[in-house]
């Protein structure tokens, strides 16, 4: 299955050292969406590239899109592309079977309000110990499905490429053009 993954890249960095692309970034963990790092590290990830850059540049709606919006703590925003190795067990939180054996309702899960996906995340975690992870739909278009994969799956992903982004690359463009981000680019919102 692949993955994409948009991160703050050091090209220097070997694939799971701080700021690579297998790095799970647990000591920077806390706020997101299923976060628990007292428990798990985990990597946020998604089924298409766009839906992984979307995530990275929402909170710059209305803005014009200009190389600095590409950078995160000093270090350029890179696209990697990831295979996460089958059979990989990812409990299926768009499934209206998953979440009824689990006790959960779509609103509850797509929520923003941390205080209830996190502690979800912790149970869904715990309760299956061969769970690589979870899958759910983006909050911005819910026909783009993410994953939340936990460190525990790290030995079952392999990178197949990084590429650092710019403002002129095709997946930035898609994503500013659905944002509706100031584009850069002449003749362009």
């Known amino acids: 299955m692949t993955l994409y993954r948009c991160f703050a890249w050091n090209r220097r960095a070997k ?3 701080p700021d ?5 970034p ?4 806390g706020e997101g969406r ?3 790092p007292d428990l798990y590290g985990c990597l946020y990830l998604s089924e298409r ?3 992984a850059v979307v995530e990275q540049l929402a909170r710059f709606r209305s803005q014009r899109l200009t190389a600095s919006l590409l ?3 000093g270090l350029p925003l890179a696209i990697a592309s990831l295979d996460l190795l089958d059979p990989a067990h990812l409990i299926d939180l768009d499934d209206p079977a998953v979440l009824l054996r689990g006790g959960l309702r779509p609103s509850i899960v797509a929520t923003r309000q941390r205080v209830l996906t996190q502690p979800q995340a912790r149970t869904l975690f715990e309760r299956n110990r061969s769970a690589n992870g979870l899958r ?3 909050s911005y278009e819910a026909a783009w499905m993410n994953v939340t994969l936990f460190d525990r799956a790290s030995a079952r992903l392999r990178v197949e490429s990084v590429r650092e982004l710019a403002i002129d690359d095709a997946v930035v463009i898609e994503a500013t053009e659905f944002l ?3 584009s850069a680019r002449p003749g362009r919102r």
Do not use: A
Not at 20 to 24: I, R, S, T
Not at 26 to 29: D, F, G, I, P, Y
């Open 34 to 36: 299923h976060d628990n």
């Open 180 to 182: 509706g981000l100031i």
């Open 26 to 29: 647990r000591s920077l963990q």
């Open 71 to 73: 950078r995160r703590r």
């Open 49 to 51: 590239d766009v839906s």
């Open 136 to 138: 759910w739909w983006s």
């Open 20 to 24: 690579g692309p297998l790095w799970f």
């Open 15 to 17: 694939p799971k050292e």
